[in-house]
Nanobody, 129 residues
């Protein structure tokens, strides 16, 4: 399994930006598709964005499309989530996760939470109005 550590959360005003980082170790980073999820108080954890093993394919939830960008740096074993035009409804704990894609699935970027088998501890993002 992957060990994942998120950072970069914080308090920001509506309209502002934050960049989350997720440092990965353990299972070879290049063999994992990666995703970001979030969970607001009293709500279920929901998919935000995913990126394929080779970085060539991405997937976004409709609620963040056009505002958030997921990327990965193989040299640093790190995945990022750039969040722009933040809204109060983006307030949540954000989790990084590793997807157990089968060997050879280089372009898979998927949103189903059951596909992810390694999770970070989460980082809080709070957007004030």
């Amino acid at each position: 399994q992957e060990q994942l550590v998120e950072s970069g959360g914080g308090l920001v005003q509506a309209g502002g930006s934050l960049r989350l980082s997720c440092a990965a170790s353990g299972r070879t980073f290049s063999t994992s598709a990666m995703g970001w999820f979030r969970q607001a108080p009293g709500k279920e954890r929901q998919f935000v964005a995913a990126i394929s093993r080779n970085g060539g394919n991405t997937l976004y939830a409709d609620s963040v499309k056009g505002r958030f960008t997921i990327s990965r740096d193989a040299a640093k074993n790190t995945v990022y989530l750039q969040m722009n035009s933040l809204k109060p409804e983006d307030t949540a704990v954000y989790y990084c996760a590793a997807d157990k894609v089968p060997p050879g699935y280089y372009y898979v970027a998927r949103g189903g939470i059951a596909n992810y088998d390694s999770w970070g501890q989460g980082t809080q993002v709070t957007v004030s109005s």
